[in-house]
Structures are given as C-alpha cells and as structure tokens.
C-alpha cells in the first residue's frame, strides 16, 4: 500500500498559493481571511484551522519564497569548484531566479514595505538576509582562503554581492527598459571579481 498522503501539507500549501494570488491582486492590506478563503476554495473556517491569523499567512509564505534560496547557496558552498566559480553560479541563479518571479516582484516589495508596521515581519526578512549574508560572506571567505580573492573584508564583498543583486532588480523596476537582469547582474559581479582576484591577469572563468 502506498503511503498517505500528508493531507495537511497539501491543504497549507493550497492556502499559500490562493494567498499569493489573492494578495498580489488586491494587496496584502486590503486582502481578507475570506478572500483567501474565496481564492482556495476553502471554507473561512479551514483556512483557522490552518493558521491563526492573516499574519501567520504572510510569515509562512515568506518562509517558502525565501528558504529555497537559502538552500540552493548552502548546496553551492559545497560543491567542488572555485570561490570565483561560484560566486558566478551565484549570480547567474539569482537572476534566473528573479526573471521567474517577475510576476510576483510588487508583492515582494509589498511584503518589504509591510515590515516597517510589523515586527514579526521585519524579524523573518531580516533574519533570510542575515543568514544570506552570512553564506555570502562564507563563500568570499573560502575565495580569500584558496588564495583567489584579495580583500580586507569578507563581509564588505558580500554586502556588494547582495547590492549588485537588488540594486539591479530596483533599477530594472523603474526603467525596464533599459536594464537586463541577467545580464546586468552577471556583467556587474564580473567586475567585483576584477577587484577581488588576487592575481589580476588571470582570465575570466
């Protein structure tokens, strides 16, 4: 027999992505618990028994837009090639995965712009871009260590790193027409590399 499915992940899972919708359509402070409710296709009275409140939506729905990114640079921290190499896998994911979000970006800045009025909100995205941080600055740290980057400061470089990264998307948001993710946050990490590598006439990878 096979196993049972786990009922209860399907159903938070359902009442996450009518929330997405729902909120990236009417906004996160005129959204309702029978919005969502309307959205999912679920009784109102589901939808508390599943969370609490509006609040405990939003911090579950960040957890699982956030998260994946997290694991995806704690996995390419172990891989087997160079710091360099890695910080341009980096990059080119990143993008990648922003162009896949495109859609969902208002409702990201939603969500930053709700964590001014909220603390439990302003807590669990400070806290993704602190653990982040803290990987980027283990991958220039392992650069530094191999011998490849040459910098006073792990951190600084790391900061840069997420700088490049959401700069670009703000910049892309106010004249897309005239910047390419992809392309600009991959030519712009390129030149942080110019000024980390340790041996300036080595090629680029």
Not at 67 to 87: N, R, V, W, Y
Not at 159 to 175: N, P, Q, R
């Amino acid at each position: 027999m096979s196993p049972k499915a786990d009922v209860s992940e399907e159903r938070k899972n359902q009442i996450l992505e009518a929330a997405k919708k729902t909120f990236a359509k009417k906004g996160i402070h005129n959204t309702r618990m029978s919005d969502i409710a309307d959205t999912s296709g679920l009784s109102k009275g589901a939808l508390y028994w599943y969370f609490e409140s509006k609040d405990a939506i939003i911090l579950s729905l960040l957890e699982k837009v956030l998260q994946p990114e997290i694991q995806d640079l704690k996995s390419l921290l172990e891989e087997d090639c160079p710091a360099e190499e890695k910080l341009l896998l980096y990059a080119e994911r990143g993008g990648q995965d922003i162009i896949g979000m495109l859609k969902w970006m208002p409702l990201m800045y939603d969500f930053i712009a709700l964590a001014f009025r909220q603390k439990k909100i302003k807590q669990a995205i400070s806290e993704y871009y602190r653990e982040n941080l803290q990987l980027l600055e283990n991958l220039i740290q392992q650069g530094i260590d191999a011998g490849e980057f040459q910098t006073d400061s792990a951190l600084d470089a790391a900061i840069t790193v997420g700088s490049i990264i959401e700069g670009t998307v703000m910049l892309w948001l106010y004249d897309p027409g005239h910047i390419d993710i992809i392309q600009h946050i991959q030519s712009n990490t390129r030149l942080l590399l110019d000024g980390l590598r340790s041996d300036p006439g080595k090629e680029h990878l």
